[in-house]
């Protein structure tokens, strides 16, 4: 039963907070929170590139150990390759979804300061 009014006391304070925002301060927040929204996807998008890739390297590099010779270095070659790329998405998939967010927080900023 406790629990029950602390969650209405809740909902009744961010009622309060949010009615005594202005239109302005209301719209950055949501335009900072769309600009963590889709930093957020961009993150997973590339979190699951990055996966896709690491899965093909791990593959790759069982087939080279089956194969051996020559054939098992180019696979191994392939993997390692594959590796590094998975790096890049995953550093990429950060650098947008930081640069996405920083945006976004600037345009709330420029937003509240008019």
Request: hydrophobic share 45%.
């Amino acid at each position: 039963m406790a629990g029950v009014h602390a969650i209405l006391l809740l909902a009744a304070a961010l009622l309060v907070v949010s009615c005594s925002k202005s239109p302005s301060d209301q719209t950055a927040d949501a335009v900072a929170k769309s600009g963590r929204d889709r930093g957020a996807t961009i993150q997973d998008q590339a979190a699951t590139q990055a996966e896709a890739l690491d899965e093909r390297s791990a593959a790759l590099s069982g087939q080279a150990k089956q194969a051996g010779g020559y054939t098992g270095e180019r696979l191994e070659v392939q993997a390692e390759a594959l590796e590094r790329e998975a790096d890049i998405v995953r550093r990429q998939g950060e650098a947008q979804a930081e640069a996405t967010q920083e945006a976004a927080a600037a345009q709330a900023k420029a937003i509240r300061s008019r």
